[in-house]
């Protein structure tokens, strides 16, 4: 009895641990309007807290006021954050930007339920066609257009369902023709 116990354990543990998290540190990944973070100001609660990037890419922040951080890497807004917060608030302060939640995708065309869905990490186009409830019966199954604005400016390209999803991607699912 005992053996089948940890058998039943391990096998759970295994599980647990081959799921991706939900939210890992991409260090390529730049802020923008939608996300939401976590900055920590060590030693300063008061500081600290969890803060959206709103519509105009900033942070608005107790004592130092809106900080840009659209376009900005979360170890960017760290280094902006501890610059302004040293001349006239704090000695040598260490902060710490965590990202909670991506800024949604869309997804529209022929899926049962078009719209904004969270982001998760490591989304494909495949898992968010079942997060919109699926194809119609006249989708283009094949492949789909994404849409994604990288450095200001936005391309459109076609993937696969196999392809990567990046927050804020536009996803469009086209009819197909016969």
Do not use: C, W
Request: no cysteine; hydrophobic share 45%; glycine share 8%.
């Amino acid at each position: 009895m005992l053996s089948s116990f940890v058998g039943v354990a391990i096998l759970l543990l295994a599980t647990f641990l081959s799921v991706a998290p939900a939210f890992s540190a991409d260090p390529a990944y730049v802020l923008g309007p939608g996300d939401k973070v976590r900055i920590t100001v060590f030693g300063q609660e008061d500081l600290s807290g969890e803060f959206d990037v709103d519509a105009a890419g900033m942070l608005s922040l107790p004592l130092i006021q809106a900080v840009p951080a659209q376009g900005l890497t979360p170890q960017q807004v760290e280094k902006e954050i501890a610059t302004k917060l040293e001349p006239d608030f704090l000695r040598n302060p260490r902060v710490n930007v965590e990202v909670l939640t991506y800024r949604p995708f869309y997804i529209y065309g022929e899926v049962l339920k078009p719209g904004g869905y969270p982001y998760v990490n490591e989304m494909t186009v495949h898992n968010a066609i079942a997060l919109a409830g699926g194809f119609t019966y006249r989708a283009r199954t094949s492949y789909v257009i994404i849409r994604r604005t990288k450095d200001g400016k936005v391309t459109e390209e076609e993937a696969k369902l196999d392809a990567k999803v990046a927050p804020g991607d536009v996803i469009e699912v086209r009819e197909r023709y016969f």
